[in-house]
């Protein structure tokens, strides 16, 4: 049972991608989704999230007014729409149901993680 993020690939800076989680084996149309992404060398950490409604989000500041996260409920899918990329928005990233309480940006309260998509930003 897991939420496997796709959608990721390579573009120039300015450019954007739209990334899309679907879960498997078993619906999560209750939870919070959350959106977290791991540069090479450093930890993972939070980008989005998006309560069960859709309409309650949240962002990391470094990604605020560039990046937008959507839900749909019919099709069991949460979006990550990224827009005017960086290179510094080059990580692996990593969908995941929240199931514990605790911070919406805390990775300890997801779980189920799926391997996460690979997005390059070149300069």
């Known amino acids: 049972v897991q939420l496997q993020a796709s959608g990721g690939g390579s573009v120039q800076a300015g450019g954007s991608l739209r990334l899309s989680c679907a879960a498997s084996g078993r619906t999560f149309s209750t939870n919070t989704v959350g959106w977290f992404r791991q540069a090479p060398g450093k930890e993972r950490g939070f980008v989005s999230s998006?309560?069960?409604?859709?309409?309650?989000?949240y962002y990391a500041d470094s990604v605020k007014g560039r990046f937008t996260i959507s839900r749909d409920i019919v099709k069991n899918t949460v979006y990550l729409q990224m827009n005017s990329l960086k290179p510094e928005d080059t990580a692996v990233y990593y969908c995941?149901?929240?199931?514990?309480?605790?911070?919406?940006?805390?990775?300890?309260?997801?779980?189920?993680w799926g391997q996460g998509t690979l997005v390059t930003v070149s300069s």
């Open positions: 995941a149901p929240k199931i514990r309480g605790g911070s919406y940006y805390s990775q300890g309260a997801y779980a189920y």
């Open positions: 998006v309560d069960w409604t859709g309409s309650t989000t």
